[in-house]
């Protein structure tokens, strides 16, 4: 696997592994109990060291304090949880006319340099946000469209990745408690409405792709996802600001989880701005309470905007 933006590879010595088989409700498997890595993993202090990051030692500013020039940015907006409020279920949230106007004033101001980054799939976004003519990436990174034309996506095993959906949708069907999510380039178990089932999920993401060569583990907000390896938001934010309309332009990127950690890291890198949606340890330089209001703040900054042209 290519190291990511912002990702610093840390080598650890080959832990001896322990095995027990052990039945759940369908069926026996196997498992590895935690090693020491997995469960530093476990623990959000310690899993920023695992990954070469500096823990949050400081607390994020308040985004009230920053002021941006929309012509000198480059923003990169987060879909759920950031740009729109979470929803019992992915298919449950709410985008307003009022949302899809704030779109398109921020790309006008920026002359286009807006993108939505998501770990939804591509063509879900564009349902939502059909009249956006700016960038879009979903999966993580894993496609991408630019001026309504879809871009090249990645190189993926289509084969292993529908064996694993397969064995997620069954996992799935023998408890209602628990939602899978498909996606083109991975599938997403929630378990948001009961968060008491996250011990046993994350067992069975491990026993079925812990350690695989292609596929790992992603964490999220009370759902963890499966997708391949070597696909970020930190490499589709890369990628997007070779694009003419966002280059020399100040990077702003705003997520609100641990999906949106490492691209935060390389936003920060390269010497721009991160912002965090809500409550949680980060590396995001600012914060703000919720998507209303880092809405309402991109609102004061068009408007702030306007007055000084």
């Known amino acids: ?179 899978a999510e498909d996606k083109s380039f991975g599938i997403v178990l929630h378990f948001r409405q009961h968060p008491e089932l996250e011990g046993k999920v994350r067992d069975f993401v491990r026993s079925l792709v812990g350690g695989d060569a292609d596929f790992e583990i992603q964490q999220a907000k009370m759902a963890l996802e499966i997708k391949p390896k070597g696909i970020s938001k930190a490499m589709a934010i890369e990628r997007i600001m070779k694009f003419k309309e966002f280059r020399r332009r100040t990077i702003l990127f705003a997520g609100d989880d641990d999906t949106d950690e490492i691209a935060f890291s390389w936003v920060n890198e390269q010497g721009g701005i991160t912002i965090k949606i809500g409550d949680g340890l980060t590396l995001a330089r600012y914060r703000t309470r919720n998507p209303a209001s880092f809405k309402k703040w991109l609102r004061e900054q068009l408007k702030s905007a306007s007055k000084g042209a």
């Open 1 to 179: 696997m290519p190291d990511q933006p912002g990702f610093k590879r840390r080598v650890f010595a080959k832990p001896i592994l322990f095995f027990a088989i052990f039945r759940n409700d369908f069926h026996a498997r196997m498992v590895c109990f935690p090693t020491a890595g997995e469960q530093i993993m476990e623990q959000r202090l310690d899993y920023y060291s695992l990954v070469g990051f500096k823990s949050g030692s400081t607390s994020p500013d308040e985004l009230a304090r920053l002021r941006i020039e929309p012509e000198r940015t480059a923003l990169f907006l987060d879909f759920d949880g950031t740009f729109v409020d979470i929803a019992p279920t992915p298919d449950a949230i709410r985008v307003t006319d009022r949302d899809k106007t704030l779109l398109d004033q921020l790309s006008k101001r920026t002359s286009g340099a807006v993108s939505v980054i998501s770990g939804r799939n591509l063509h879900e976004i564009d349902s939502y946000l059909s009249d956006f003519q700016g960038t879009v990436s979903g999966g993580h990174g894993a496609e991408m469209r630019r001026e309504a034309k879809a871009l090249p996506t990645i190189k993926c095993d289509l084969e292993r990745l529908e064996h694993i959906k397969c064995a997620v949708r069954e996992f799935a069907a023998v408890d209602p408690r628990i939602l």
